[in-house]
């Protein structure tokens, strides 16, 4: 007779999916913000459009502009489904097969009218503030919509981390740049005169949260983890990647996520996934790479149902890099705007990604090294290959390459994938069991 397998995830909720508290409030969240773009222009504000590594939401805060975040608009059509004709529209427009796939759908979005991905308003914005944060693609996607709705755009080019650190003279490069040509641009286009105490104080809040969230992803540490570092971890991440960091509101999401994820680790609880709790926690996993967003349940049921628990991931630093000690500080406000840009994990070279990835597999007791390799983001994915030689050799656990896409549902195959995932597993197992004899 055979062993009956025990399921990793308790018993099922056929119809509602399972979400903590935090999950919820971090929708209501998400959506408001998508209610104050559509009402902003009737309410006399400016919209400003920003990407995540490197935004400036504090300052943008400090002139009362509503906030969009065009690879948050992506990636919410993404799970919606709706990205796939977007994208399509976009090639039909004589955009390649190449282009980064958040890029087409938000130009085919914009191609089908100003509504966004909650069928709410999505107005044009009248500002494009361009963190250039080591990936070129924002450079052309601004310079697109630009040209296409004529906004006014203003640039911090942030210098990458070729060395591996942050020299006093790149930081006073990137804050001479916000002295003397973006706050003016933003004071202009808002009406709205800089005010740093005003700045001060929003930067208060985003530490406090930034300290929350930190210990929230820490907490993964635990056995079993009581979150899951990739794929829950793309809910706690939301707010403080867009239009929350600085606001009381993100603050307070913060202090709940951290107070629910505690009593978790109290309870020797697992992550709670769409199926209910995980209970049997099999793998440790660090995975690299952003997730695929148009199978993005189907993708992490993979995970889930094996038993695979991600511990940390270098997604869920992508809007800020803070387990390292960086937290946005009032008391030095435009430099320490300064170094977030620069240190943001999209402007790190290669040496420094894979001394990341090594410390969190150890500080995390990782078994092994997952790489979600994502066609259309070249920014991610240059390099990855020697990432995974690299870490394999330092830490001698094994690592695995799977290739999927962000919002382009043409290039998930899910059977490619549970195929590769199920094999990495026994890999992981015999790899385990190998060094346990
Ligand atoms: S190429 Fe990658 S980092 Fe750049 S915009 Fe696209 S998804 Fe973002």
Not at 109 to 129: F, H, K, N, Q, R
Not at 155 to 180: A, W
Not at 394 to 399: D, L, M, V
Request: glycine share 8%; with cysteine.
């Amino acid at each position: 007779m055979n062993t009956p397998v025990k399921p990793a995830v308790a018993a099922k909720k056929p119809q509602n999916v399972q979400k903590d508290d935090a999950m919820s409030l971090q929708k209501e969240l998400i959506n408001a913000n998508y209610m104050d773009l559509a009402t902003a222009h009737q309410q006399g504000r400016k919209v400003a459009a920003t990407f995540v590594p490197g935004n400036l939401n504090e300052l943008l805060m400090c002139f009362d502009f509503a906030r969009s975040l065009p690879e948050t608009n992506a990636l919410q059509n993404g799970m919606r489904k709706k990205s796939g004709k977007f994208i399509m529209d976009a090639e039909r427009e004589g955009h390649s097969e190449d282009v980064c796939t958040y890029v087409k759908s938000d130009l085919g979005m914009m191609a089908g009218g100003e509504i966004g991905p909650t069928g709410d308003p999505l107005p044009t914005p009248d500002v494009l503030l361009l963190s250039y944060t080591g990936c070129f693609t924002f450079m052309k996607w601004f310079e697109l919509i630009r040209h296409k709705y004529g906004c006014e755009t203003t640039m911090l080019h942030v210098p990458y981390q070729g060395e591996g650190r942050i020299e006093p003279n790149m930081r006073d490069y990137v804050v001479r740049q916000l002295k003397e040509s973006v706050i003016p641009t933003l004071e202009r286009v808002s009406g709205v005169k800089f005010d740093i105490d005003r700045l001060r104080e929003y930067m208060k809040e985003s530490a406090k949260a930034e300290e929350d969230l930190v210990a929230v992803l820490q907490s993964a540490k635990n056995r079993p983890s009581p979150i899951d570092g990739y794929f829950g971890a793309v809910y706690y991440i939301g707010p403080i990647f867009t239009a929350f960091r600085g606001s009381k509101d993100g603050t307070k999401f913060y202090r709940m996520l951290r107070e629910e994820i505690e009593q978790r680790v109290r309870e020797g609880k697992g992550p709670i996934t769409p199926d209910g709790e995980m209970t049997d926690e099999k793998y440790r996993l660090i995975v690299e790479g952003p997730p695929n967003w148009t199978s993005f349940r189907d993708f992490w049921k993979m995970f889930y149902e094996e038993g695979a628990v991600v511990v940390a991931s270098t997604y869920a630093k992508v809007g800020g890099l803070y387990d390292f000690g960086f937290r946005h500080n009032p008391d030095k406000p435009l430099e320490s705007l300064a170094e977030y840009c620069l240190g943001c994990y999209t402007n790190l070279n290669l040496p420094s990604r894979v001394d990341m990835i090594c410390r969190y597999m150890e500080q995390y007791e990782a078994d092994g090294l997952l790489i979600n390799s994502i066609k259309s983001c070249n920014s991610f994915s240059a390099g990855q290959l020697l990432i995974l030689r690299e870490v394999e050799k330092r830490t001698g656990k094994p690592a695995a390459f799977i290739e999927t896409d962000l919002v382009d549902p043409r290039y998930f195959s899910a059977a490619n994938v549970k195929n590769r995932l199920e094999s990495y597993f026994q890999m992981v197992k015999q790899k385990r069991t190998a060094l346990a004899a």
